[in-house]
């Protein structure tokens, strides 16, 4: 069959949040023609393996802890049977599938064309999308969206393939007894953290002393001595050889081979379920940039400035395969301005997403959040002499029923800076800190000062007030 050709106003290679936000907007709101192609599930990382299912998941293990702590409230709760990974995991996987769907119809609504395949450029105006019958569609764009996203990584070691990655552990038919999560970002600390919270015995090796390093310095310690403290099987300063299967037990069990602090001369573990969560790698393995000229950095991430635009005119990136900020509220936000920009006219002409104190949270056990700078960053930028921190640390009033040893903490952090005391860095820790970060995200977003926080009165009795009565 002779390849189709098509033409549009704006192509959009990925079908992830922020490619398919960016597409709806080009041509629901300003009617440019626009194609979409994605080769996976719609939704990216985020609907598939990503945000959505980790949510759900998080949902059940704090669901756990619940029913452990009810105890303390006077309740007598016995589990009849344990967790029912497999239900619950067939459960999850069909709100994916509904939402892959919602994905779909969007598209649709909004006239935006789907097209099922891989594509690679071809040129700077061009790319060849490889549809699933080997077919091949030629599409001219006059301009086009690069929206990729990324893959999990795994490590250079011989066994590698035997473990999983943050994608494996949805595919998960069965809960692992005992588990090895490697890797010191908020994916590992999330992961592992679930693990332990619905019953597997979890490990988790970690190259330094704490976890969450980009996080402010509060934030890794207050966390990675909790995780200690439940019982989470630390492994710092680790470094792993080799992983291979455990023949003699048969299954899916492995043995992994490391070094730790504990362990300076190397060690085994035999686990059933060895997950690498040790970074992620940009999804541009077969995408032609050198066809296009699109310049990519040393880890292979495309080049965007502040606007999207790559080094190529008319070919824009965004998202993870930026890897500027990989969050996905941050991709759409970012979609959304670059399709305002090609296709709203005159005063869109200068948008552009501002990267600048954007909040985050890790769904650890605790949670934890920030926004802004970090307590270093600031004193780096500022300089000491500047930067003043108010810290607080208790124990919520959820947990006053329970005995002093089950007792999570919560810690919160303002790093302020000049005379006016002007919010730079928010840190929190503890329950409900991605709902509470939110708010308070708005008020260091529009340049709060600390007497701003000081003049909201409290809500009482709530681990939010802590923020606003700082002394």
Known sequence: MAPINKECDYLVIGGGSGGLASARRASGAYGAKTIAVESNRLGG????????????????????????????YGFSVETTAPFDWKTFKHKRDAEVKRLNGIYARNLDKDNVEYIHGRAHLVSPNSAEVVLDDGSKTTIHAKNILLATGGHATLPEITGSEHGITSDGFFDLDTQPKKVAVVGAGYIAVEMAGMFHALG??????????????????????????EYERQGIHMHKNSAQSKLEKNTAKGGAWKTLHYTDAAHPDGATLDVDCVLWA?????????????????????????????YQNTN?????????????????????????????????????????????????????????????????????????????????????????????????????????VGEEERVVGLHIVGLGSSEILQGFGVAVKMGARKRDFDACVAIHPTSAEELVTMR
């Open 45 to 72: 990382t985020c609907v598939n393996v990503g945000c959505v299912p980790k949510k759900i998941t998080w949902n059940a293990a704090a669901i756990a802890e619940t029913i452990h702590d009810a105890a303390s």
């Open 278 to 306: 040790i970074g992620r790698t940009p999804e541009v393995e077969d995408l032609g940039l050198p066809a296009a000229g699109v310049a990519q950095s040393e880890r292979g991430h495309i080049i965007a400035d502040d």
């Open 312 to 416: 190529v005119p008319h070919i824009y990136s965004l998202g993870d395969v930026s890897g500027k900020v990989e969050l996905t509220p941050v991709a759409i936000a970012a979609g959304r301005k670059l399709a305002d920009r090609l296709f709203g006219g005159p005063r869109f002409a200068d948008a552009k997403l501002d990267y600048r104190n954007i909040p985050s949270v890790v769904f650890a056990h605790p949670e934890a959040g920030s926004i802004g700078l970090t307590e270093p960053e600031a004193r780096t930028q500022y300089g000491d002499a500047a930067v003043k921190v108010y810290t607080t640390a208790f124990k919520a009033m959820f947990y006053v029923m329970m005995p002093a040893e089950r007792k999570p903490p919560t810690s919160y952090k303002l790093v302020c």
């Open 200 to 225: 597997s015995e979890t490990h988790l090796f970690i190259r330094h002393e704490t976890f969450l390093r980009p996080f402010d310095p509060m934030v890794q310690e207050t966390v990675t001595r």
